[in-house]
């Protein structure tokens, strides 16, 4: 089956910790994209990458990092420097050009 | 910088009634724009994509419009269904292939 896969569902992050959060697809995608989402609210991108090995700073890039070494993989680090990163977080994907966009299942971090 | 806004924040209503939610974009330089859904807890399900050349879609019981000189969209679904309770959300594309949300509207359908 086609699609993208976030993983783990819930994480639970002690203070000071980094960690990373995986985003699988099999789309033959070539942008994905990061997004975070509080409580009541839209998405905020984070971070999106429009070809392997480039990716841009999105609205809240702060206290974040990614990577993208492979087509079907674009992995977020939640660093410490991320003073508030209790959110849900979805990661998506499309074809270049202003295709539709797919999303994951999200990812619920916690700080505890 | 574009900025989207889905008014009203919440809606309900019996069932059978038709739905119709609004999303407004203050940039009509768009070059589509995106409806989806999502359940609590859940990822988005992309609903209907409109193309900036293009003034509507439909799919089912969804029809979304597009009025990119007014900077609106909207979405009208029929014969509301207590399945339909959901959040909507909409989402424009304008230049750096970036995707802007509004807000959402959580929709409650009554049996």
């Known amino acids: 089956d086609g699609g993208i896969t976030q993983s783990p569902k819930y994480l639970f992050r002690k203070e000071g910790q980094n960690v990373t959060l995986s985003c699988e697809q099999n789309?033959?995608?070539?942008?994905m994209y990061w997004y975070r989402q509080d409580p009541g609210q839209g998405l905020r991108l984070i971070y999106y990458s429009q070809i392997v090995n480039d990716f841009q700073k999105g609205d809240i890039a702060e206290g974040y990092s990614v990577s993208r070494e492979k087509k079907e993989s674009f992995p977020l680090t939640v660093t410490s420097a991320q003073k508030n990163p209790t959110a849900f977080y979805l990661c998506?994907?499309?074809?270049?050009?202003?295709?539709?966009?797919?999303f994951g299942q999200g990812t619920r971090l916690t700080v505890v | 910088k574009q900025e989207v806004t889905q008014i009203p924040a919440a809606l309900s209503v019996p069932e059978g009634e038709n739905l119709v939610l609004n999303c407004s974009f203050t940039?009509?330089?768009?070059?589509?724009l995106q409806w989806f859904r999502q359940d609590p807890g859940k990822g988005l399900t992309s609903l209907l994509l409109?193309?900036?050349?293009?003034r509507e879609q439909t799919s089912g019981r969804l029809n979304a419009s597009l009025d990119k000189s007014s900077g609106r969209s909207t979405l009208y679904i029929a014969a509301s269904q207590p399945g339909d309770s959901a959040t909507y959300l909409c989402?424009?594309?304008?230049?750096?292939?970036?995707?802007?949300f509004g807000g959402g509207t959580r929709v409650l359908v009554k049996p």
């Open positions: 998506a994907s499309r074809v270049q050009g202003g295709a539709e966009a797919f």
């Open positions: 940039d009509s330089a768009i070059y589509n």
């Open positions: 989402a424009s594309e304008a230049a750096g292939n970036k995707l802007t």
């Open positions: 789309l033959n995608h070539d942008a």
């Open positions: 409109i193309q900036s050349s293009q």
